[in-house]
């Protein structure tokens, strides 16, 4: 073993195909439905929305689809990212596991999430649209955005729930700075906002509530269209240049993961990760373990319901078969802003709950107690989403210790925490609530399912 602590690729080992789990899940995947008539959804149903190119990999079951050149000439700009041997992390838990990580906070929005921003200001670019809209939670996915419409001369309109825009306003700076217009959400612009604010004047919105917002605008206007930053097929196969690095970096360093974790939001950055990890898993090549980490708040895979159920909360989007807490359900404020969703991604649901993945869920104290552990040690702040990921590093690695057992763990650190100043500062000064989401708001939460049936 090499006394190594990084691991990067050339400049040239960008990948030049994005791996599609599609054609690969152990059962075939469900459809999205219709919520009216109940019958699969057809492309054409999404095309208000989105430009064919993104509709058609949507329903892609081709494996790789080719990166096109321009947004591989912008994924040169912090592609390929690192992956690190977390060393010092290591010592400082006295454990035998050897922990590497693969890292995203260093692209120029601070996460993963403009691996799939650009491919959409791409797509929308070459269909003739001129502006995009869409929500953001924790601001990374907005300024991703913001970043990836600059850059391809497109306008863009971002929904920031509530409860960040008031804990963030640096964020909302940032994505004003390459020339974005952030409208706090619910907001009084749109219909679905309205009957929101009707509702709770002070509601501190969610990741649906702006999902609706954002949709609702674009459906009104042929030139603009809507993005969104997860839980789709062809978002989570644009994140997939994150573990396909991540294979030829593992090997270089001479390992097989026998564990690979990350957070859960949407599910974009962890399929991002481990689809192509998955690949080898699902094929019999890989004995490893796959943990899905979120909040003990917002705990859809662990304590949510395998159903049909709409992406927003104002109920315009298809039905999607997915991990859900009720589309009206809103989380409590925590920092994990971008965690914050009632859904997850309808293949990393069905991963789940086919056994291939475990699902693992904290809380607020929790999450930070690991991220001050990590960042003391090696010298990262992480964002409070990824957080969530190296609470589980570290229960693996103190269980390693306590079992004498040497083990390799890998896992996403999928932002850096550099707004997310406020969050630290109230964790350290004993400040953080804890929230656990309580059965009766879970019970709540899940009544408002639509009562559709879903085979299996
Ligand atoms: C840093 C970071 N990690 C994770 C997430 C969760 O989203 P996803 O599950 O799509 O990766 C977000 C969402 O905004 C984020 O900003």
Redesign the pocket.
Known sequence: MSDRIVFNLAPDDIPTAWYNIMPDLPVPPLPPLHPGTGEPVTPDLLAPLFPESLIMQEVSTDRWIDIPGPVIDIYRLWRPSPMYRARRLEQALQTPARIYFKYEGGSPAG???PNTAVAQAYYNKEAGIKRLTTET??G??GSALSMACQFFGLDCLVFMVRASFDQKPYRRIFMETFGAEVRPSPSSTTESGKKILEGDPNSTGSLGIAISEASEVAAQDPTTNYTL??VLNHVLLHQTVIGLEAKKQIEMAGEQPDVIIG????????AGFSYPFMADRLAGNLNARFVACEPAACPTLTRGKFAYDFADTGETTPLFPMYTLGHTFIPAPVHAG??RYHGDAPSLSLLVREGHMEAKAFTQNQIFDAAVQFARAQGIVP?P??AHAIRQVIDEAVEAREAGQEKVILFNL??HGHFDMQAYDDYLNGRLPEFELSEDALTDGLAHVPPVPVPG
């Open positions: 996460s993963h999430k939670g924790a990374q996915w930053g997860s957070c859960v939001g949407g599910g974009s950055n962890y971008g965690l964002a989403e990824p999928c932002g």
